[in-house]
């Protein structure tokens, strides 16, 4: 399975995002999908993620403002970032992992990664 990550952009602080990871195989379906980012001079985070059987999981400072979803159909997972913050800014990247659900947040244990999508938030 390949990633591609698109809809990165440069928006104003309270506009919203939506990134795309599509896949180039249907096996995708079968791999819990996640979205990470890395700011500069930061380590790359957990940011939220979805599985193959439905479930999401959400970093702490992104709960009620993005979204994650998932059309099998079209091989694509998203990421509706709402109230964009200055510091969301960061590559966003999307992965793939079968690891258990206890461990969908720690990066080491996602197999492939898409190429990364730029946000910047100004203020």
């Known amino acids: 399975v390949q990633l591609q990550a698109s809809g990165g952009g440069l928006v104003q602080a309270g506009d919203s995002l939506t990134l795309s990871c599509a896949a180039s195989s249907g096996l995708f379906r079968s791999y819990t999908v996640g979205w990470f980012r890395q700011a500069p001079g930061n380590e790359r985070e957990f940011v939220a993620c979805?599985?193959?059987?439905?479930?999401?999981k959400y970093l702490d400072s992104v709960k009620g403002r993005f979204t994650v979803s998932r059309d099998n159909a079209k091989n694509t997972v998203y990421l509706q970032m709402n109230s964009l913050k200055p510091e969301d800014t960061a590559v966003y990247y999307c992965a793939t992992t079968r690891v258990v659900w206890g461990r969908v947040t720690e990066e080491n244990f996602y197999t492939t990664w898409g190429q990364g999508t730029q946000v910047t938030v100004s203020s």
């Open positions: 979805f599985s193959w059987d439905g479930k999401t």
